[in-house]
């Protein structure tokens, strides 16, 4: 089992600190999980929120790149809703090189309504142009020139360069059966949204023998929870991080049109996983159990507006004492 780390580098108003202060954490964060022995580190994007949610991907994993050598580099997810498949291929590449050939490109259509209404996207048509967007980096990325007539882009004789050191792993990400299917159908490798009911999971694989694929070549990377914090007292630990998990969950909340939590002791305290190195180790396990086979986990490694500290101590526990049962 290989774990990896989420980071999304929000400042919120509540705990508002220098972005410049906030940026150097949350890459030191990064460069940690390295050292530290977590497989992989996640970015995932979104745009016009007020807590500068990271809007610019390529950019922060270059810069992680910088500061890495052996960590695989993701996206979970780039929001393929809301970008050209060109820049998209183009970005990825450059990204790849300076890499060393470490991204693992995770791809989604995107939800948030703010989102497509400001940048001048159509929401509706947003499954369908993430469907050319993979038609369109497989070609692109061979860097030879092609021509392409879909429904949503048009291309006549383009080159893309350059090239990707090998062309990324692509995930679909979302838990639709649209998602399932789309990710099957293609060949490619599934990043299913938190929550995830099995019969889509058993959806995919069968999409995936459907169209000539071996379901046993395609393991998941799966988000079991949105949150782990690792602590030596399960008490202690919750009255550190509840706050913060409070906020995260809200947020999302109110990006889907939902009412929040009205008070922190609302809060499902079982979503999340707080405590020390076994009790965290036992939820991992329960969790991936009916998911099938897993072959990586990801969860935020900081929650919005926890000190930096904090989530570095939680981070050691995991790696000296949750990592090693799993290895």
């Not at 600190?17 to 992989?40: H, I, K, M, N, Q």
């Not at 949204?193 to 379901?215: C, K, N, Q, S, V």
Request: with cysteine.
């Amino acid at each position: 089992m290989k774990f990896g780390i989420w980071l999304d580098f929000r400042n919120p108003a509540g705990w508002r600190r220098p972005w410049t202060d906030v940026y150097e954490e949350t890459l030191s964060l990064a460069t940690d999980a390295e050292t530290l022995g977590f497989e992989s580190v996640w970015l995932s994007e979104h745009h016009l929120t007020n807590d500068g949610y990271l809007p610019s991907l390529f950019p922060a994993l270059a810069a992680i790149a910088a500061r890495t050598s052996r960590v695989r580099l993701g996206t979970a997810m780039v929001l393929a809703g809301l970008t050209h498949p060109l820049r998209l291929a183009e970005d990825a590449a450059v990204t790849d090189l300076l890499s060393g050939g470490r991204l693992e490109l995770g791809i989604a259509p995107g939800y948030r309504e703010k989102e497509f209404e400001a940048l001048g996207f159509d929401r509706a048509r947003r499954g369908a142009r993430t469907e050319e967007t993979v038609e369109i980096l497989r070609r692109a990325w061979t860097g030879e020139p092609f021509s392409y007539a879909g429904k949503h882009f048009a291309l006549d004789d383009v080159t893309v360069t350059p090239v990707p050191q090998s062309p990324p792993s692509v995930w679909i990400g979302g838990g639709s059966e649209a998602a399932a299917r789309r990710a099957g159908r293609h060949g490619l490798r599934f990043l299913p949204d938190l929550g995830t009911p099995p019969e889509i999971l058993d959806l995919y694989r069968r999409t995936l023998a459907e169209h000539g694929h071996d379901p046993a070549a395609f393991g998941l990377t799966a988000i079991v929870t949105p949150g782990v914090y690792v602590c030596e007292d399960a008490e202690e630990g919750w009255q550190e991080i509840r706050e913060h998990y409070w906020y995260l969950l809200n947020k999302f909340q109110e990006w889907f049109g939902n009412p929040g939590l009205p008070s922190v002791d609302d809060l499902p305290r079982e979503l999340f996983l707080v405590g020390p190195p076994d009790v965290v180790a036992e939820g991992i396990r329960d969790r991936i159990k009916p998911l099938g086979d897993v072959e990586r986990v990801i969860f935020f490694g900081r929650a919005p507006g926890l000190p930096a500290d904090r989530a570095r101590r939680s981070l050691e526990l995991f790696s000296e004492h949750v990592l090693p049962q799993f290895a």
